[in-house]
């Protein structure tokens, strides 16, 4: 009550004993209800139109709140206000509100007048929908005649690759004939003139043999490569866990080691590809890993796996002589070694299989080293998950 008697006494400040708007209208009906009613719903309208921005600016979070946008929103707020009083004047004839509010809506009025003229010519450059859609149509054709060049482009690319792994492929081919009548006539010259040779010619014989015996590995190993870039994928589910318990036993079983090799392998998950391209990814990470631990007393192998959202993670760590990662960009590259042929012994094509091969998949091959601990990890993508038999 004390409030309302507060309200009332701040009001009767402005009270001059005005006639109300209501006598005016000879209290008419017709007429007083028609002028509330168009100032009430103008300024519920007025009110409405601020709270909509509002909810514009929090929707649309790259638009700008700039001093423009408010001082409109005041503007409209303004006008809303008078038109309320002009409803309470019909009654009540608080014309010193009225007259202090529109002095108000008038301040706003011009200010907002001001920053509109200012803002103009930045206004003036927006685009019009035409021109939006000129520019649209710009780009949908740009995009469409780069689709085209990429298309075009991406096939001569894939034509220059065919010809050229055809061309590698045959060149490898062919070179095999000379290698192998330099192996068969070096064995042959040794078996039937080794007396005549002498110790100096056996020892030149014998480098002539390694040389073409090395060139044969190598000429192997472009082989392999060129297959790989011609050769189709069967996807099938694969059990990780035998391919690795298979690859490991055929190299315990092989001539090339007589050491112990120690397989820790965790439960991996089956993924989906080709059986026989993943062999030989399997195959050659855990040759590499006994090739580059011979010199250890026993050869340790730890395989492991990550599942993620989209991918499966294969990890093979070797504890042997390790490399320099500053050098690790050139170890899935064709002929690329990080060890001398005295250290250990090989082609430098296996890595560069595995990459090819797992690329082929849609993953991705990386490597660590850590002092002597190697990692080689490859990705897989998880089209499904099956659990290992």
Same mark, same amino acid.
């Given at each position: 009550?004390?409030?309302?008697?507060?309200?009332?006494?701040?009001?009767?400040?402005?009270?001059?004993?005005?006639?109300?708007?209501?006598?005016? +209208?000879? =209290?008419?009906?017709?007429?007083? =209800?028609?002028?509330?009613?168009?100032?009430?719903?103008?300024?519920?309208?007025?009110?409405?139109?601020?709270?909509?921005?509002?909810?514009?600016?929090?929707?649309?979070?790259?638009?700008?709140?700039?001093?423009?946008?408010?001082?409109?929103?005041?503007?409209?707020?303004?006008?809303?206000?008078?038109?309320?009083?002009?409803?309470?004047?019909? =009654?009540?004839?608080?014309?010193?509100?009225?007259?202090?509010? !529109?002095?108000?809506?008038?301040?706003?009025?011009?200010?907002?007048?001001?920053?509109? =003229?200012?803002?103009?010519?930045?206004?003036?450059?927006?685009?019009?929908?035409?021109?939006?859609?000129?520019?649209?149509?710009?780009?949908?054709?740009?995009?469409?005649?780069?689709?085209?060049?990429?298309?075009?482009?991406?096939?001569?690319?894939?034509?220059?690759?065919?010809?050229?792994?055809?061309?590698?492929?045959?060149?490898?081919?062919?070179?095999?004939?000379?290698?192998?009548?330099?192996?068969?006539?070096?064995?042959?010259?040794?078996?039937?003139?080794?007396?005549?040779?002498?110790?100096?010619?056996?020892?030149?014989?014998?480098?002539?043999?390694?040389?073409?015996? !090395?060139?044969?590995?190598?000429?192997?190993?472009?082989?392999?490569?060129?297959?790989?870039?011609?050769?189709?994928?069967?996807?099938?589910?694969?059990?990780?866990?035998?391919?690795?318990?298979?690859?490991?036993?055929?190299? !315990?079983?092989?001539?090339?080691?007589?050491?112990?090799?120690?397989?820790?392998?965790?439960?991996?998950?089956?993924?989906?590809?080709?059986?026989?391209?993943?062999?030989?990814?399997?195959?050659?990470?855990?040759?590499?890993?006994?090739? +580059?631990?011979?010199?250890?007393?026993?050869?340790?192998?730890?395989?492991?796996?990550?599942?993620?959202?989209?991918?499966?993670? +294969?990890?093979?760590?070797?504890?042997?002589?390790?490399?320099?990662?500053?050098?690790?960009?050139?170890?899935?590259?064709?002929?690329?070694?990080?060890?001398?042929?005295?250290?250990?012994?090989?082609?430098?094509?296996?890595?560069?299989?595995?990459?090819?091969?797992?690329?082929?998949?849609?993953?991705?091959?990386?490597?660590?080293?850590?002092?002597?601990?190697?990692?080689?990890?490859?990705?897989?993508?998880?089209?499904?998950?099956?659990?290992?038999?």
């Amino acid at each position: 009550m004390d409030g309302i008697l507060l309200l009332n006494s701040i009001f009767e400040i402005f009270n001059n004993n005005y006639m109300p708007h209501g006598a005016c +209208y000879f =209290w008419e009906p017709a007429t007083l =209800w028609s002028n509330v009613l168009g100032d009430g719903v103008t300024a519920f309208s007025y009110y409405m139109i601020p709270g909509l921005l509002i909810y514009f600016v929090n929707k649309r979070k790259d638009v700008e709140v700039n001093a423009l946008l408010v001082a409109f929103a005041i503007f409209i707020i303004a006008c809303g206000t008078v038109h309320v009083m002009m409803i309470v004047n019909v =009654w009540i004839p608080y014309y010193d509100i009225s007259g202090i509010l !529109k002095i108000i809506m008038a301040m706003v009025s011009v200010g907002t007048v001001f920053m509109l =003229w200012k803002s103009m010519p930045e206004l003036i450059n927006i685009p019009s929908p035409a021109a939006l859609q000129e520019a649209n149509d710009e780009i949908k054709s740009l995009n469409e005649n780069l689709e085209d060049k990429v298309k075009h482009r991406t096939k001569a690319l894939e034509e220059m690759n065919s010809e050229l792994e055809s061309f590698s492929y045959s060149i490898s081919h062919d070179l095999q004939i000379p290698v192998r009548a330099i192996l068969g006539f070096s064995a042959m010259l040794e078996e039937d003139h080794i007396d005549q040779l002498g110790e100096e010619g056996s020892r030149k014989l014998q480098n002539i043999s390694n040389s073409a015996l !090395k060139m044969n590995e190598l000429i192997q190993g472009i082989l392999e490569f060129s297959r790989l870039g011609r050769k189709d994928k069967t996807d099938s589910m694969i059990d990780m866990n035998l391919l690795f318990n298979e690859s490991v036993n055929e190299i !315990k079983t092989g001539e090339t080691t007589q050491k112990v090799i120690e397989l820790n392998m965790e439960e991996l998950p089956s993924v989906y590809g080709d059986e026989a391209m993943m062999k030989q990814v399997v195959d050659n990470l855990l040759s590499n890993a006994v090739k +580059y631990s011979i010199n250890q007393e026993s050869i340790k192998i730890d395989v492991s796996a990550e599942i993620s959202e989209n991918e499966i993670t +294969y990890f093979v760590k070797d504890y042997g002589i390790g490399f320099d990662e500053k050098y690790k960009h050139k170890m899935f590259d064709v002929f690329q070694r990080l060890h001398d042929e005295n250290t250990v012994k090989g082609s430098g094509v296996g890595l560069a299989i595995v990459n090819r091969i797992i690329v082929k998949h849609f993953g991705r091959v990386d490597a660590h080293s850590d002092g002597n601990v190697t990692t080689i990890e490859f990705t897989m993508p998880k089209k499904k998950l099956l659990k290992p038999a």
